[in-house]
């Protein structure tokens, strides 16, 4: 006799779920274009490519990763009821997504310094468009995990209800998601 | 007269390693550990791959396959979807991998 194998319910409120696939689709759509772009526009794409600070982009990897790492410990904690190594998980997080915002600020500096600007060539609109619309994310997940750390810090959140901790790693995952797909098509491939 | 404290009572009263459910937590910990570590190694290698030609990416394959077993990671992981009902698990999983064949014809 077969036994079916119980599945574990959806992390967080089923409507981020929802928010998250309609993200997903609309960078989707931005990453295809991208692709194609890139396709008609072999020599532009690979001259601006060149001009790229690759490292930073390898960085700005480890740091959303390691990030993503933290807010799953944080996760983890909240449902064991360790309130306050949940808070902890969630400062270290933070601090990792730091890291990218200061990469990416002094990377947006570099580039703008160097007179490649959004209007430069059809790659630079591309790389500002991408990248930036993810860095608003960036900082919408950010603000997000802060306010997550600061209702786990007055008590909101415990090993029986902690729904809002899921719905913000959920987040904070797609987010990490989509930079995992973005650093090696703009980065990474020439 | 004494009370029997329940399971779950039990679980935050008792030494950290000692509760079954602690034990599941410090497992499912190096299980996320491991991941983080072969994400951050995956993203070297493909850093590493992108370095390797100077005028065109000859490694594109093997870079979006490391692109699609990263992201999966993540979903599995990360995003705890891997006991999830496979709709939730699927649908994530095809973004990645449709978003990486298209690169890979457009490229």
């Known amino acids: 006799m077969s036994r079916a194998v119980p599945h574990t319910p959806l992390p967080g409120d089923l409507a981020i779920w929802f928010f998250i696939y309609a993200e997903l689709l609309v960078f989707g759509i931005l990453f295809i274009a991208y692709a194609i772009t890139k396709n008609l526009n072999p020599e532009i794409f690979a001259e601006g490519h060149a001009?790229?600070?690759?490292?930073?982009?390898?960085?700005?990897?480890?740091?959303?990763?390691?990030?993503?790492?933290?807010?799953?410990?944080?996760?983890?904690?909240?449902?064991?009821?360790?309130?306050?190594?949940?808070?902890?998980?969630?400062?270290?997080?933070?601090?990792?997504?730091?890291?990218?915002?200061?990469?990416?600020?002094?990377?947006?500096?570099?580039?703008?310094?160097?007179?490649?600007?959004?209007?430069?060539?059809?790659?630079?609109?591309?790389?500002?468009?991408?990248?930036?619309?993810?860095?608003?994310?960036?900082?919408?997940?950010?603000?997000?995990?802060?306010?997550?750390?600061?209702?786990?810090?007055?008590?909101?959140?415990?090993?029986?209800e902690h729904t809002g901790v899921e719905t913000g790693a959920s987040y904070w995952h797609m987010v990490d998601l989509v930079w995992v797909i973005l650093f090696p098509l703009v980065y990474v491939i020439r | 007269m004494s009370v029997q404290p329940s399971n779950k009572l039990s679980s935050l009263n008792t030494p950290f390693v000692r509760s079954p459910a602690n034990i599941l937590g410090l497992l499912s910990s190096y299980r996320n550990g491991l991941t983080l570590l072969v994400l951050l190694a995956l993203t070297t290698i493909s850093a590493m791959l992108g370095e390797l030609t100077p005028t065109s990416s000859d490694y594109a394959p093997l870079i979006l396959v490391i692109l699609v077993v990263k992201a999966q990671l993540i979903i599995d992981y990360f995003m705890q979807l891997k006991s999830s009902k496979p709709f939730w698990r699927y649908s994530m999983s095809a973004f990645a991998l449709v978003i990486a064949l298209i690169i890979w014809i457009c490229n």
Do not use: P
């Open chain 1, 51 to 160: 001009h790229l600070n690759r490292l930073a982009g390898l960085i700005n990897t480890g740091a959303l990763i390691t990030s993503s790492y933290f807010v799953v410990r944080a996760v983890g904690a909240i449902k064991l009821n360790r309130r306050k190594a949940c808070g902890t998980q969630l400062l270290l997080a933070l601090a990792a997504a730091s890291i990218y915002v200061l990469v990416k600020l002094f990377e947006y500096y570099q580039s703008i310094s160097a007179g490649f600007d959004l209007s430069t060539n059809t790659f630079y609109t591309f790389y500002y468009l991408l990248t930036f619309f993810h860095f608003a994310h960036v900082l919408l997940g950010m603000v997000i995990l802060a306010a997550i750390y600061f209702k786990n810090r007055t008590g909101h959140y415990s090993n029986i």
